[in-house]
């Protein structure tokens, strides 16, 4: 969804800086992705992580995000 820019955020955002943080939000969602790590040696395996720590950037928004629709009310995604 994230690559499709398939995801909206009801407006207006309960904030004191509303506009800031959908700012905030939506540039720290465009630069977070996959991040690929090569192995070090041929017997090393390929790592893959979810990260928006690309160049300084931050991703603690949408880390936060990412945790609220994991543990939404849904009882099927709770964590075991």
Sequence with gaps: MLRDQR???ATPLASEDSEGNMR????????????????????GRQRVAL?????GMKD???ICLQLAVYYSKDPRL???
């Design 51 to 55: 990260s928006g720590k690309v160049g």
């Design 78 to 80: 709770y964590a075991v």
């Design 24 to 43: 905030r939000l939506r540039d720290q969602m465009t630069i977070y992705s996959m991040q690929f790590k090569a192995a070090q040696n041929v017997f």
């Design 60 to 62: 603690d928004v949408v």
């Design 7 to 9: 995801i909206s955020v």
